[in-house]
Each structure stands twice: as structure tokens, then as C-alpha cells.
């Protein structure tokens, strides 16, 4: 029973990764269950019974279809097969007749008729060899849960709900994977909060670069509110309000609507050169996940993509995009950026990005097979981005990003597999920019420290200081139990950022930083005192920085620079970040 009275107002605290308020009625996003109670059911009911599973069947069949519909000329257009073997699926008798015929024999409800069913079929499959065929018993599994939803007259998956007045619903969530995230580009959502989740989770980072507001590690959240209740989502501060009075919401209201304002001003600076006010100019680029992400970057002023996660390609799909795809991916991208630099990483799979039906069983992914190890272990993957990003290059100026590069050998096999896909396509003789740039994302620790080995065989250096941190102060940083220690300002980490950006300057290598610390405007006076001139981050943030760019004076800020890379009392460090950025 709920305790609760309808309507208190309550106060949650959680981490915020994505900034900005949003206003709106929770929609609760239920995780999937096949567990189900058994109960008799009585010989004058079987009919009625079976019927109610028909009803189910029918309900879970037309919101396939709509769901369908609905993906197939969107930006996950690739969920389409996916949806239709689920529809196949349920048009199959083990779903419309064997559990009608169960409720008849063993005069059982249809939840539990379809429960048995699902056993039934799961011992089938477990004596199945091919692997293709096994990874079915997912989808068989998948559809009985929609099946066994609809019956309990609940809610799966991530469903649209059409706003109540003007603000769009905001998302509750135990947990988010990033591929779920990809879908709310098909549904307007106003803000989501998950009770788990770190600030640079990959899930985060898909909050950011929509631009909406985000608090992960609420703990309670899914427990604590319910459908439809009015709450204040504050991404900035981390604090969500359940149910406010109605002088908070106005006071919400109020500063939705100041930040609004702030945000049509900041647009001004689109097309304004980024430099400092000595005259120094920084490169502001653009991290993207998909081609659609072109658009905003074009808004946002961004002078060239930095980093495109090229593994989004391949996610919320049973198969692997082959050539044809990701070349036609790739080009749309490179020709949306008229000529602009696009660095494209090679695919970063693993961790908690994981392929689908590739579910991996490390102990801990984020240490395993992941990113360029995974590239090196199945060569032909590899070599099939490679071939398509190299055909894309043609058409505008393509840069290569090689993910989590640690040692020599990786270095030597990674250029070669390169040097390989080119001599195909010249032998086939289809043209590529000879001269694309091959650059190593610096976010092992081994990489900083071992530096000048990246910079005689690499033509350019990115930070990804969202694993850099990870791997340096071992936080997981999709984990909500260790998120707290999560901290860019650890001296350990300055140092390490401070050291690579030098050593690549005076070996004049171009090095930029793509992790999230390029986006965080708190940061940049502290990066562009380092040296840094080339910075990435999601677009939504290039105007905030450009900002600070525009109003910093680095003969200014260099003694404040050099103070803080002394430090290492957190105390005095937050007073001299205060003194930087005032
Ligand atoms: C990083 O690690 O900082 C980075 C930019 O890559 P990703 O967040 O995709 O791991
Ligand atoms: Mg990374």
C-alpha cells in the first residue's frame, strides 16, 4: 500500500550531467520482468481467459506496428528489422495458439499459461548450436515480456505520451543504457532522471548532447514518484521537486524562462571569431553520435566535428552496418560540414557500449576487450570502417581518431590496418584523401605518461578525459556508488592533462581535449592556461564556452594557471578556480 499522501511536496537530490530546468508530469519507464503469479482458473472462465490474452496479443501487435511505422524514416531507422522480427514473432503459433491451449488444459491465468510457454520455448533453444538461432530465444523472451506487460496493462520500453499542456513529460528511470537514449529523438521528453548512472556515463553524455536537462544517481527516484506527478527537474543544481507549491513552480518558471533569454543572447556569438582578448585563436569543435547531429553543430557555431562516436552506428541493431552504410554515413556527415575538419573515431565498442547480442561477459568490460582492442581482435570489422571512412574522405577534410591506444604494438597494428585499407581501394581503384591524418585519443594513463611514442608515430593527440579519469583514479564512471569521486580537479589528473598538452606543443603535434572537461565552461580558463587551443564537446555547450574564450586574457590567467598545478590541498585549489574564473 502506498504510504504516500496524495501531493506532498518533496525534495530529491542526485548528481545533475546535463544543465538546465525542465517542467513536466513524470512517465515512469518499468523495467522488464517475467515474473508472474499462477492462479486457477475455473472452467466457466477459460474462454473469457483466453480472450484476455487474444486482447493482449492483439494490443502488443498493433504497437509493434506503430512502433514500426514510426522508426522507419527516423533517425533509428535501424530499429525497423529488429521490430519486424518481433512481429513475425508474435504472429507464430507458439505466441497466438500454445498458451490459449495451456489456460484450456491446465486451467491456468494467461500470464502464467504464457509464463510456461516461455520456459517451454527457452529448454527448445537451449539445445540449439548456431549461435544466430540461439540469440532468437532474446527476442522470443522480449516479445512474451511485451505480451505479459500488456496483460498487466503496463507500460515497456521507452513509449511516447503526449505532454499534459505545454511541457513535454519527463522520463523516470531506474537506468538508461545509451541506445535507449538514442530513442528519445523520437519522443519529445522534457528531462530524464535515473536513480543510477555517473556523470560521464555514455548515457550522460547523450542527455548533453541533446541538450537536455539530466540527474542520474537519484537512488529513489523510480520508488519515490509516481505516473503524472508534477515535478521540477533542476539539471544544473542536481535537485528534483516532486509536486512543488505554486511559488516554486513560479520561481522555476521565472528562471526557465531567464534561461531561455540567456540562451537566444548567447546565439549572437555564432558566427563571432572564437579568440582571447590578447588575440589568441581556439578551435571549438563539435563531439557528435549520429549524422542527424550535423544540424546542431552547424548551429551551434562549432568550426569542425572533434570527435564523432562512430559506435552509435551500430547500436539499437541485431546486425553490423557494412561498407556501403557507414560510407553513406560518414559522407553525409563530412558533406553536412562543408569542408570543416571531421574527426572520426573508430569504432569504441565495449564497456557500456556494448553491440547488441554481444553482451559481454568480462568481469570488468571497461578493462577488457573494448574500443581498439576489439578493432585488432576482429580484424575485418575493423577494415570495413576503415574502407569507409577512408572512401568518406574524399568528399571533405576526414581525420581518423584511434580509441584507447596504450602500447606500441597496438600503435603499429592500428597504422598498418590503415596502411592496408588504402592499398585496397587503390588497387580497386577508388579514390581517398591520401593524406587523412591518423590521430590517438590519449586516455590510458600509460598514453600520457609514455607520450613521446604517440607523438613520433601519430599525427595528432585527443584527451578523452572522461576515461582518462576513469582508468587514472579507477572510478567506473558509469557507476553511481563511486560517481562522487569522479574529479577532473584530482592534481594527479591536472597534471597529467597539463604534461601532454606541453609535450605535444613542443613537439608542435596538434592536441585537443574531446572528454567532457572541454565543455565545462568552469574549465576553460584552466585549459586554455595549459595551452590548450583546440577543444571538443557536444554542441550544446560551444556558445558557453566561446563565451568565456571571448572574456579571457591569458597573460591574465597565467600565474593564477601555474599556482593551481602546485596545489594539491582541494581548499585552496577551489579558491584559486574561484579567482581564475571571476
Ligand atoms: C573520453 O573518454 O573522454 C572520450 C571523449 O570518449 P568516450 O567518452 O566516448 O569514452
Ligand atoms: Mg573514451
Same mark, same amino acid.
Given at each position: 500500500?502506498?504510504?504516500?499522501?496524495?501531493?506532498?511536496?518533496?525534495?530529491?537530490?542526485?548528481?545533475?550531467?546535463?544543465?538546465?530546468?525542465?517542467?513536466?508530469?513524470?512517465?515512469?519507464?518499468?523495467?522488464?520482468?517475467?515474473?508472474?503469479?499462477?492462479?486457477?482458473?475455473?472452467?466457466?472462465?477459460?474462454?473469457?481467459?483466453?480472450?484476455?490474452?487474444?486482447?493482449?496479443?492483439?494490443?502488443?501487435?498493433?504497437?509493434?506496428?506503430?512502433?514500426?511505422?514510426?522508426?522507419?524514416?527516423?533517425?533509428?531507422?535501424?530499429?525497423?528489422?529488429?521490430?519486424?522480427?518481433?512481429?513475425?514473432?508474435?504472429?507464430?503459433?507458439?505466441?497466438?495458439?500454445?498458451?490459449?491451449?495451456?489456460?484450456?488444459?491446465?486451467?491456468?491465468?494467461?500470464?502464467?499459461?504464457?509464463?510456461?510457454?516461455?520456459?517451454?520455448?527457452?529448454?527448445?533453444?537451449?539445445?540449439?548450436?548456431?549461435?544466430?538461432?540461439?540469440?532468437?530465444?532474446?527476442?522470443?523472451?522480449?516479445?512474451?515480456?511485451?505480451?505479459?506487460?500488456?496483460?498487466?496493462?503496463?507500460?515497456?520500453?521507452?513509449?511516447?505520451?503526449?505532454?499534459?499542456?505545454?511541457?513535454?513529460?519527463?522520463?523516470?528511470?531506474?537506468?538508461?543504457?545509451?541506445?535507449?537514449?538514442?530513442?528519445?529523438?523520437?519522443?519529445?521528453?522534457?528531462?530524464?532522471?535515473?536513480?543510477?548512472? *555517473?556523470?560521464?556515463?555514455?548515457?550522460?553524455?547523450?542527455?548533453?548532447?541533446?541538450?537536455?536537462?539530466?540527474?542520474?544517481?537519484?537512488?529513489?527516484?523510480?520508488?519515490?514518484?509516481?505516473?503524472?506527478?508534477?515535478?521540477?527537474?533542476?539539471?544544473?543544481?542536481?535537485?528534483?521537486?516532486?509536486?512543488?507549491?505554486?511559488?516554486?513552480?513560479?520561481?522555476?518558471?521565472?528562471?526557465?524562462?531567464?534561461?531561455?533569454?540567456?540562451?537566444?543572447?548567447?546565439?549572437?556569438?555564432?558566427?563571432?571569431?572564437?579568440?582571447?582578448?590578447?588575440?589568441?585563436?581556439?578551435?571549438?569543435?563539435?563531439?557528435?553520435?549520429?549524422?542527424?547531429?550535423?544540424?546542431?553543430?552547424?548551429?551551434?557555431?562549432?568550426?569542425?566535428?572533434?570527435?564523432?562516436?562512430?559506435?552509435?552506428?551500430?547500436?539499437?541493431?541485431?546486425?553490423?552496418?557494412?561498407?556501403?552504410?557507414?560510407?553513406?554515413?560518414?559522407?553525409?556527415?563530412?558533406?553536412?560540414?562543408?569542408?570543416?575538419?571531421?574527426?572520426?573515431?573508430?569504432?569504441?565498442?565495449?564497456?557500456?557500449?556494448?553491440?547488441?547480442?554481444?553482451?559481454?561477459?568480462?568481469?570488468?568490460?571497461?578493462?577488457?576487450?573494448?574500443?581498439?582492442?576489439?578493432?585488432?581482435?576482429?580484424?575485418?570489422?575493423?577494415?570495413?570502417?576503415?574502407? =569507409?571512412?577512408?572512401?568518406?574522405?574524399?568528399?571533405?577534410?576526414?581525420?581518423?581518431?584511434?580509441?584507447?591506444?596504450?602500447?606500441?604494438?597496438?600503435?603499429?597494428?592500428?597504422?598498418?590496418?590503415?596502411? =592496408?585499407?588504402?592499398?585496397?581501394?587503390?588497387?580497386?581503384?577508388?579514390?581517398?584523401?591520401?593524406?587523412?591524418?591518423? *590521430?590517438?585519443?590519449?586516455?590510458?594513463?600509460?598514453?600520457?605518461? =609514455?607520450?613521446?611514442?604517440?607523438?613520433?608515430?601519430?599525427?595528432?593527440?585527443?584527451? *578523452?578525459?572522461?576515461?582518462?579519469?576513469?582508468?587514472?583514479?579507477?572510478?567506473?564512471?558509469?557507476?553511481?556508488?563511486?560517481?562522487?569521486?569522479?574529479?577532473?580537479?584530482?592534481?594527479?589528473?591536472?597534471?597529467?592533462?597539463?604534461?601532454?598538452?606541453?609535450?605535444?606543443?613542443?613537439?608542435?603535434?596538434?592536441?585537443?581535449?574531446? *572528454?567532457?572537461?572541454?565543455?565545462?565552461?568552469?574549465?576553460?580558463?584552466?585549459?586554455?592556461?595549459?595551452?590548450?587551443?583546440?577543444?571538443?564537446?557536444?554542441?550544446?555547450?560551444?556558445?558557453?564556452?566561446?563565451?568565456?574564450?571571448?572574456?579571457?586574457?591569458?597573460?591574465?590567467?597565467?600565474?593564477?594557471?601555474?599556482?593551481?598545478?602546485?596545489?594539491?590541498?582541494?581548499?585552496?585549489?577551489?579558491?584559486?578556480?574561484?579567482?581564475?574564473?571571476?
Amino acid at each position: 500500500m502506498d504510504a504516500r499522501v496524495t501531493s506532498v511536496s518533496f525534495t530529491m537530490h542526485g548528481i545533475g550531467v546535463s544543465s538546465g530546468i525542465a517542467i513536466g508530469h513524470a512517465h515512469l519507464f518499468i523495467g522488464m520482468s517475467t515474473e508472474v503469479d499462477q492462479y486457477e482458473v475455473a472452467q466457466g472462465e477459460i474462454l473469457r481467459e483466453q480472450r484476455r490474452y487474444d486482447r493482449a496479443v492483439k494490443e502488443v501487435r498493433d504497437e509493434l506496428k506503430e512502433l514500426a511505422d514510426s522508426v522507419r524514416h527516423s533517425a533509428a531507422s535501424e530499429l525497423a528489422p529488429f521490430v519486424k522480427v518481433h512481429l513475425m514473432l508474435l504472429e507464430d503459433s507458439a505466441f497466438t495458439d500454445a498458451p490459449r491451449e495451456i489456460i484450456r488444459e491446465r486451467h491456468v491465468n494467461a500470464e502464467w499459461a504464457l509464463r510456461q510457454q516461455l520456459d517451454e520455448l527457452s529448454a527448445q533453444f537451449a539445445d540449439i548450436e548456431d549461435p544466430y538461432l540461439r540469440e532468437r530465444e532474446e527476442d522470443v523472451r522480449q516479445v512474451a515480456e511485451r505480451v505479459l506487460e500488456a496483460l498487466a496493462g503496463t507500460k515497456r520500453r521507452i513509449t511516447a505520451k503526449p505532454p499534459r499542456g505545454e511541457d513535454p513529460p519527463i522520463l523516470v528511470a531506474r537506468e538508461l543504457s545509451p541506445a535507449d537514449v538514442i530513442l528519445f529523438r523520437e519522443h519529445p521528453f522534457g528531462a530524464f532522471i535515473t536513480d543510477l548512472g *555517473g556523470a560521464t556515463s555514455h548515457t550522460a553524455i547523450m542527455a548533453r548532447s541533446l541538450n537536455m536537462p539530466a540527474i542520474v544517481a537519484m537512488h529513489h527516484g523510480r520508488g519515490m514518484i509516481r505516473e503524472d506527478e508534477l515535478i521540477i527537474v533542476d539539471g544544473t543544481q542536481g535537485v528534483v521537486i516532486v509536486n512543488p507549491d505554486k511559488h516554486v513552480l513560479a520561481e522555476y518558471r521565472l528562471k526557465q524562462n531567464e534561461a531561455r533569454i540567456e540562451r537566444e543572447k548567447l546565439k549572437r556569438l555564432k558566427s563571432a571569431p572564437a579568440a582571447t582578448l590578447d588575440g589568441t585563436t581556439v578551435q571549438l569543435f563539435a563531439n557528435i553520435e549520429l549524422p542527424a547531429d550535423v544540424e546542431p553543430v552547424r548551429a551551434s557555431g562549432a568550426t569542425g566535428v572533434g570527435l564523432f562516436r562512430s559506435e552509435f552506428l551500430f547500436m539499437n541493431r541485431r546486425d553490423q552496418p557494412d561498407e556501403e552504410e557507414q560510407f553513406e554515413a560518414y559522407r553525409s556527415v563530412v558533406e553536412g560540414m562543408k569542408g570543416m575538419p571531421v574527426t572520426i573515431r573508430t569504432l569504441d565498442i565495449g564497456n557500456d557500449k556494448p553491440i547488441d547480442g554481444q553482451e559481454s561477459t568480462a568481469v570488468n568490460p571497461a578493462l577488457g576487450l573494448r574500443a581498439i582492442r576489439y578493432c585488432l581482435a576482429e580484424p575485418h570489422v575493423f577494415n570495413t570502417q576503415l574502407r =569507409a571512412i577512408l572512401r568518406a574522405s574524399k568528399f571533405g577534410k576526414v581525420l581518423i581518431l584511434i580509441p584507447m591506444l596504450s602500447t606500441w604494438a597496438e600503435i603499429t597494428q592500428a597504422l598498418l590496418a590503415v596502411a =592496408a585499407a588504402k592499398e585496397q581501394l587503390r588497387s580497386e581503384n577508388i579514390k581517398f584523401d591520401d593524406y587523412v591524418p591518423v *590521430g590517438a585519443m590519449i586516455e590510458v594513463p600509460a598514453a600520457a605518461i =609514455a607520450l613521446p611514442m604517440f607523438i613520433r608515430k601519430l599525427d595528432f593527440l585527443s584527451i *578523452g578525459t572522461n576515461d582518462l579519469i576513469q582508468y587514472t583514479l579507477a572510478i567506473d564512471r558509469a557507476d553511481d556508488a563511486v560517481a562522487h569521486l569522479y574529479d577532473p580537479l584530482h592534481p594527479a589528473i591536472l597534471s597529467l592533462i597539463a604534461g601532454v598538452i606541453r609535450t605535444a606543443q613542443q613537439h608542435e603535434k596538434p592536441v585537443a581535449v574531446c *572528454g567532457e572537461m572541454a565543455g565545462d565552461v568552469e574549465l576553460t580558463r584552466l585549459l586554455l592556461g595549459f595551452g590548450l587551443r583546440n577543444f571538443s564537446m557536444h554542441p550544446a555547450h560551444v556558445l558557453t564556452v566561446k563565451q568565456r574564450v571571448l572574456s579571457t586574457s591569458l597573460p591574465d590567467i597565467a600565474a593564477i594557471v601555474a599556482r593551481i598545478l602546485k596545489t594539491d590541498e582541494p581548499e585552496r585549489l577551489q579558491a584559486l578556480m574561484e579567482k581564475l574564473n571571476s
